[in-house]
């Protein structure tokens, strides 16, 4: 499956952007998607996950009532709306999917498939 992610941009704190991974290539609908992040000189971090009806889902505890994720397997896509941005959140995002969808996954090694990231800025 190729992933496509977009939405990233220039915002000013407190801001909000929607971040989408659109999926092709195969049946996007039975994988699990995360997104995840990485800041300049820091190592990738998990953001948030849904699982494959978008019954389950996951957020790290930085971005807790302020991220939501979900997803619309008719369109193959996966949102990230992102709200009250905080200049730390700036980073490329990243969307995975996993095909095994044993259940949601927290680390990068969990999944098979990566988009390119698109690019958040925030300033303050």
């Known amino acids: 499956v190729q992933l496509q992610a977009s939405g990233g941009g220039l915002v000013q704190a407190g801001g909000s952007l929607r971040l989408s991974c659109a999926a092709s290539?195969?049946?996007?609908?039975?994988?699990?998607v995360g997104w995840f992040r990485q800041a300049p000189g820091k190592k990738r971090e998990f953001v948030a996950a849904?699982?494959?009806?978008?019954?389950?889902?996951y957020y790290t505890d930085s971005v807790k009532g302020r991220f939501t994720i979900s997803r619309d397997n008719a369109k193959n896509t996966v949102y990230l709306q992102m709200n009250s941005l905080q200049p730390e959140d700036t980073a490329v995002y990243h969307c995975?999917?996993?095909?095994?969808?044993?259940?949601?996954?927290?680390?990068?090694?969990?999944?098979?498939?990566w988009g390119q990231g698109t690019l958040v800025t925030v300033s303050s």
């Open positions: 995975a999917a996993d095909p095994r969808n044993y259940g949601l996954g927290f680390t990068a090694s969990a999944y098979d498939y």
């Open positions: 290539g195969r049946t996007f609908s039975n994988y699990v």
């Open positions: 849904i699982s494959a009806s978008g019954g389950e889902i």
